[in-house]
């Protein structure tokens, strides 16, 4: 098992630049990836960006290439979302998620997810 814990969502104008972070704990050793994910009002959840853990290779949406960027930290067990120029179509709840499985696009955890609000 895996728990993950988001922090760093908020309100902001559109583009403000927002940090998202997300603490995992529990059998953070056999994690594979780790991803962010995000659902608008009435929309389905979709993929923003993911991180193999060991070796570290990125993924992102076309949507947010060049202005999102996910980091991790092995030591602190964390995954960060920094997302610059942020539009209102960023609005939607964000949710980290990790997998143990060998696949960066199927996550079997997750987080409870953190607001983010881009204003016009």
């Known amino acids: 098992q895996v728990q993950l814990v988001e922090s760093g969502g908020g309100l902001v104008q559109t583009g403000d630049s927002l940090r998202l972070s997300c603490a995992a704990s529990?059998?953070?050793?056999?994690?594979?990836?780790m991803g962010w994910f995000r659902q608008a009002p009435g929309k389905e959840r979709k993929f923003v960006a993911a991180?193999?853990?060991?070796?570290?290779?990125?993924y992102y949406a076309d949507s947010v290439k060049g202005r999102f960027t996910i980091s991790r930290d092995n030591a602190k067990n964390t995954v960060s979302l920094q997302m610059n120029s942020l539009e209102p179509d960023d609005t939607a709840v964000y949710y980290c998620?990790?997998?143990?499985?060998?696949?960066?696009?199927?996550?079997?955890?997750w987080g409870q997810g953190t607001q983010v609000t881009v204003s016009s």
């Open positions: 998620a990790a997998t143990l499985r060998l696949n960066p696009w199927e996550y079997e955890y």
């Open positions: 991180i193999s853990w060991s070796v570290g290779s990125t």
């Open positions: 529990g059998r953070t050793g056999s994690m594979y990836a």
